[in-house]
C-alpha cells in the first residue's frame, strides 16, 4: 500500500485549513497513495484558541473530511480538537474513508518543558486501531512517541504500521530526539512508524511564540527495524511510501520482541 504523509502548516482558520486537506488529498491521490496522514493540530494551529474551534466528531469540520475522503477516494487521518470534560478540550485523531471510521484522543498530555498541554486538554484513555487494505494501523500523538507501551499494545492489536501525528516543539535538541524516539519506536513494536508532523513555520518566515509548539518539519517513513526509508526537511511537503508487510513479518521472526517481553 501506497501512503502519503502530508506535512503541511496549519493556519489558524479551520477552514482554510480543510482547504489545505483537500488540496494534499488530490495530490496524494495523484500519486497513487490510498491513504493520506496530516499532522496533530490539522484543524488550527496551536497558540490559538482551540476551545473556540473545537467541535464534536459529527460537527461540520470533520464532516468535510469525510466528504473530502469520499470526494478524492483516499482515506484520511487529520487531527483536530474535540469538546472535552472541565472546560477542557481533547486533542483527537480522526481517521475515515474508503469504509472506515475511527477516532484516538492522545493519551499521554505534554507537561514537559515548562508546558502543561493537561491545564487545556483531557486525556484519551484507550488506543486505537484501524484496517485498511489488509493492513492494521496504531494511532499516535506526538508525546505518545515517549512511550513505547502504547506502541506495544497498538502491536499486539495487530498494528503493522504506527501513524504518528505532532506538532513537536522547536528547542535545543529537540530535532535530534524526535529522529531517535520515532525510529525507536519503530524497533520496539517492530512495525513500519509514519510520523507526520507540522511544517517549521521558519520556513515561512514565521516566528513560533516561546513555547508554543507549531512544528519543525522532520516528517519520516521508518522501517520496521529501525531504518529511515525517508525524511522530509522543515518545509511544507508530502512523503511517499510503500509498506510491505512482509517486512513486519520478517522483522518479528528475527527479533520476536513483542515474544519475548515479561512485563507488560
Avoid at 103 to 113: C, G, M, S, V
Wanted: a negative charge.
Amino acid at each position: 500500500m501506497r501512503i502519503a504523509l502530508a506535512q503541511i502548516l496549519s493556519s489558524s482558520t479551520p477552514a482554510e485549513n480543510l482547504e489545505t486537506v483537500a488540496g494534499r488529498a488530490r495530490e496524494a491521490r495523484a500519486a497513487g497513495a490510498e491513504l493520506v496522514v496530516f499532522p496533530e493540530a490539522t484543524m488550527a494551529a496551536f497558540g490559538n484558541d482551540l476551545n473556540a474551534v473545537a467541535e464534536p466528531l459529527d460537527g461540520p469540520w470533520a464532516q468535510r473530511v469525510r466528504e473530502i475522503a469520499t470526494e478524492v477516494g483516499i482515506a484520511v487521518v487529520v487531527g483536530l480538537f474535540t469538546p472535552g470534560d472541565g472546560g477542557r478540550i481533547r486533542n483527537t485523531l480522526l481517521a475515515t474513508g474508503d469504509g472506515i471510521e475511527a477516532a484516538y484522543d492522545k493519551i499521554h498530555l505534554f507537561d514537559a518543558f515548562g508546558f502543561k498541554e493537561s491545564d487545556a486538554v483531557a486525556p484519551g484513555e484507550t488506543p486505537a486501531t484501524f484496517a485498511l487494505g489488509g493492513l492494521t494501523f496504531g494511532l499516535a500523538t506526538c508525546y505518545d512517541v515517549r512511550f513505547p507501551a502504547l506502541f506495544a499494545a497498538n502491536a499486539r492489536a495487530g498494528a503493522q504500521v504506527q501513524l504518528v501525528c505532532a506538532s513537536w516543539g522547536a528547542g535545543p535538541d529537540k530535532a535530534r530526539q524526535w529522529d531517535l524516539l520515532t525510529a525507536a519506536r519503530a524497533l520496539d513494536s517492530t512495525s513500519y512508524v509514519l510520523a507526520c508532523g507540522q511544517a517549521d513555520p521558519a520556513t515561512r518566515g514565521i516566528e513560533a511564540p516561546d513555547s508554543t509548539p507549531l512544528g519543525i518539519g522532520r516528517s519520516a517513513a521508518i522501517g520496521p527495524k529501525g531504518e529511515v526509508i525517508q525524511r522530509l526537511d522543515g518545509a511544507e511537503g508530502l512523503l511517499l511510501v510503500d509498506i510491505d508487510p512482509d517486512q513486519v513479518d520478517a522483522a518479528r521472526a528475527a527479533i520476536p520482541v513483542l515474544e519475548n517481553a515479561r512485563l507488560r
